[in-house]
């Protein structure tokens, strides 16, 4: 599934599914280029992030990030057109 995410009226939360399987894909688009002063929180509702147990707030604008879910270790990886901003996902 897909969504296009639109903070222009205040921050919010978005939440993973709560019993994936591997091959899960969530994509994700800032709508307005809002991201930076409205985060959009990652909620991982239980799986990990990037191997991480933790949710992830996006504070970058114009941030296009697809999840897909691997397995019950890694949880949830990313990719996506903003690579620079995966390196520093964990920041």
């Not at 990652?42 to 933790?54: E, F, K």
């Not at 990030?65 to 995966?86: A, P």
């Amino acid at each position: 599934k897909g969504y296009f995410c639109n903070t222009t009226g205040g921050a919010f939360n978005i939440t993973l599914p709560a019993s994936p399987t591997a091959g899960d894909t969530v994509a994700l688009k800032d709508y307005a280029g809002t991201f930076a002063a409205n985060n959009l929180t990652i909620d991982r509702n239980g799986s990990n992030l990037d191997s991480n147990a933790g949710n992830k707030a996006l504070d970058t604008n114009n941030l296009s990030m697809t999840l897909v879910y691997v397995d019950g270790t890694q949880g949830w990886k990313f990719y996506g057109s903003n690579r620079r901003y995966y390196c520093n996902f964990w920041r």
